[in-house]
């Protein structure tokens, strides 16, 4: 009857198009991966061609961060209500309009607040890439799909270290935001012929509100975390912690009383929802620190360069960008948890290797536990992917989407304050910062010190990757592997009816259909 046309109408288009439209969303991975990892080689250039302080400077990489946190849930929804490829579009043009702008930045307050507006374009990225695929290949292959995808954040990361350090010795630190320009053209034009918006259009509402609180608890949750590792506690420190906290406390009780909530709690009675949110969060919270702290170690301690500390990490993201795509292929055979556990497993194993880094262990010991936590990334990440798209109703893909991102940022964001802070505690502060920014190194018994102190990051780091590895291991053994003919939804759980997905006034319903 009526709905048989759409489907073979739609399938053609999916054939020719799905590997194409797969390369457009790597090279937004892409260009967002090599924004991450350039900026943090770039930074004792901004500081000191910016006249930047070193407590302000590191908003650089903060402020960036905590935009796509904000806006991860809430830009999915647009590309929801919009179309996801339209909105992933927009992203790129206002990233690349953003990249421009801080190349053009003439002081700190201007790029801090630049890089807010690349973040913004950022969210519209990333929190739609996951969507899009979704939207381009069926449940049996997005594993795959996602493990490629991975490529393209692995390809971006090398790049940002090779080109990172490259152009700030030999150029100029604002040509890191002038390279996104060409790079972010390309794939607009790519991604007007290639992609195209299938299904119709959800209506949504904005949650402003619990946006608003969110922001404000976690800004002021991280001032305060983040002014620790620069100076002692006081009374403005306090206030800080106190009304980040009560933001954040507003903001659950918000979220319990929306019909439409920034974070769609509903889905988290979907199977195996909560814990891969949570595996996200706690694998980002124990791993995005990492980078920086061996930055700080090779630098300090070691007394490398920016440009050859991150040279030796560069082996790692190599062949983590070539495990992804295995490990995808295998989440589609035997389902998400076996190679997600498995990551989380082998990615503790790196971070013990870390924590036996000494002023004196060879070099090739950080990049075979660099080679080890880009095998356990890689494995975790396509996997987990893949688990959180097939449990979202099909109607749901880009607020799903931008859950996965809001939780795995939240993460990212406080692990790098974690390690900021930690770092500080055994050396003088404003030391500690120098370090991170490059400007400085260490020797003799402070610099055995400051690397105790890693120890004690590193260990808290496996504690927390455990708890990741814990949550994974909790959903059912092979979900999702006997699971494609499911007529209820794409996304529906291995059960004779779907789990009811809603909002507290019942407005949506599991299982693909419209509400």
């Known amino acids: 009857m009526s709905p048989s046309p759409e489907p073979a109408a739609a399938a053609p288009t999916r054939t020719v198009h799905a590997g194409w439209g797969l390369a457009v969303v790597m090279i937004g991975v892409l260009i967002t991966a090599v924004d991450t990892t350039i900026v943090v080689l770039a930074l004792p250039e901004i500081e000191r061609g910016l006249h930047v302080d070193v407590a302000s400077v590191i908003w650089v990489v903060i402020g960036y961060l905590l935009v796509i946190t904000l806006l991860a849930t809430q830009v999915g929804r647009l590309g929801d209500m919009f179309g996801r490829v ?14 421009a702008l801080c190349a053009l930045s003439w002081n700190g307050g201007a790029l801090i607040g630049f890089r807010i507006l690349q973040g913004l374009g950022g969210a519209l990225v990333t929190a739609n890439s996951g969507a899009v695929i979704a939207d381009l290949f069926p449940p049996h292959l ?10 393209g954040w692995s390809a971006g990361a090398v790049l940002g270290i090779v080109l990172g350090g490259v152009i700030v010795t030999y150029i100029s630190w604002r040509f890191i935001f002038w390279i ?6 390309l794939a607009i034009a ?6 195209h918006d299938p299904g119709q259009r959800r209506r949504h509402h904005l949650d402003l509100p619990g946006m608003a609180a969110l922001g ?12 620790l590792a620069t100076s002692s506690v006081d ?17 659950a009780l918000i979220e319990w009383r929306r019909e439409e909530p920034m974070l769609q709690l509903s889905l988290l009675r979907v199977p195996t929802m909560t814990p891969s949110l949570l595996a996200a969060l706690f694998q980002g919270l124990a791993n995005f620190a990492v980078l920086f702290l061996l930055i700080m170690y090779l630098q300090g301690p070691r007394d490398l360069s920016a440009l050859d500390a991150s040279l030796l990490l560069v082996p790692g993201y190599i062949v983590g960008g070539c495990i992804g795509p295995f490990a995808g292929r295998l989440a589609d055979r035997v389902g998400p948890v076996i190679p997600a556990t498995f990551g989380l497993g082998v990615q503790i194993l790196a971070l013990l290797v870390y924590a036996q880094l000494s002023t004196t262990t060879p070099l090739w010991v950080v990049v075979a536990g ?8 890689s494995s975790f990440f396509p996997a987990n992917s893949s688990a959180v798209m097939k449990a979202s109703p099909p109607q749901l893909f880009g607020v799903s989407s931008g859950m996965l991102r809001t939780f795995s940022n939240v993460g990212m964001v406080f692990s790098f304050s974690m390690a900021l802070v930690l770092a500080s ?9 120098a370090i991170f920014v490059g400007s400085a190194s260490l020797h003799g018994a402070i610099a055995g010190a400051f690397t105790n102190g890693l120890h004690t990051a590193f260990y808290g780091s496996m504690a927390l990757m455990g708890v990741a590895a814990l949550l994974s291991a909790s959903r059912r053994r092979g979900w999702g592997a006997h699971t494609r003919p499911a007529t209820a939804g794409e996304g529906a759980a291995p059960a004779p009816a779907p789990t009811p997905v809603r909002t507290r006034a019942g407005a949506l319903r599991g299982g693909g259909g419209p509400g």
């Not at 206030?239 to 906290?245: A, E, F, R, T």
């Open 190 to 195: 790519l991604a007007l012929r290639v992609l």
């Open 216 to 227: 404000l608890g976690l800004f002021g949750v991280l001032w305060a975390v983040t002014s």
């Open 86 to 99: 339209r909105m992933y579009e927009a992203g790129f043009a206002v990233f690349i309009a953003g990249s």
């Open 142 to 151: 997005r594993g795959r799909a996602y493990g490629f995808n991975g490529i």
């Open 235 to 251: 009374p403005a420190l306090v206030g800080y912690l106190v009304g980040g906290v009560a933001c954040l406390a507003l903001f």
């Open 370 to 377: 660099s080679v080890v936590n880009g095998i356990g990334n």
């Open 180 to 185: 996104n320009v060409p790079i972010g053209v």
């Open 425 to 433: 505690r055994t050396i003088p502060q404003h030391l500690a910062f």
